[in-house]
């Protein structure tokens, strides 16, 4: 039962949100809290699919949101899709350093590979 309430929950929350992206007024930071509410709710509904949608449109909004970055990779992970999660990982680590340098350096990707592995979806 508490499942099922749970599941009605997050598809409430993929609703509301898409009716919300529709309007022209929603400011780009909210248009992103409810990309990463939609992200996070197909998470939890074990759709990652629409996980990576959600958070590459979040971060064709915002390219330095950790958030999105780190659930973009999970979700790659759990698709198996390990060249996108590398990509992922170096970008987050390039955020995480504050690089801009083409070649992240070892430290910089194990604390990006840290911040995923270790990042929970709340």
């Known amino acids: ?9 997050y598809d409430d929350v993929l609703a509301m949100g898409a009716n919300a ?3 022209d007024r929603l400011k780009l930071e909210d248009q992103c809290q ?5 992200a996070k709710a197909s998470w939890h509904l074990g759709d990652m699919q ?4 959600f958070t590459t449109r979040l ?13 973009r990779a999970k979700a790659y992970g759990q698709l198996h899709n390990v060249e996108s999660v590398r990509d992922d990982v170096v970008a987050l680590s390039q955020l995480l350093a504050g690089s801009t ?8 990707v194990a604390m990006a590979l840290l911040a995923v592995h270790s990042w929970t979806v709340q």
């Open 101 to 108: 340098a083409e070649h992240p350096t070892k430290a910089s």
């Open 50 to 53: 629409s996980v990576v949608k």
């Open 1 to 9: 039962v508490l499942h099922a309430l749970s599941a009605k929950q």
């Open 59 to 71: 971060l064709n909004r915002q390219p330095d949101h950790i958030n999105g970055l780190c659930l």
């Open 34 to 38: 409810v990309l990463e509410s939609q």
């Open 21 to 23: 992206l529709q309007s």
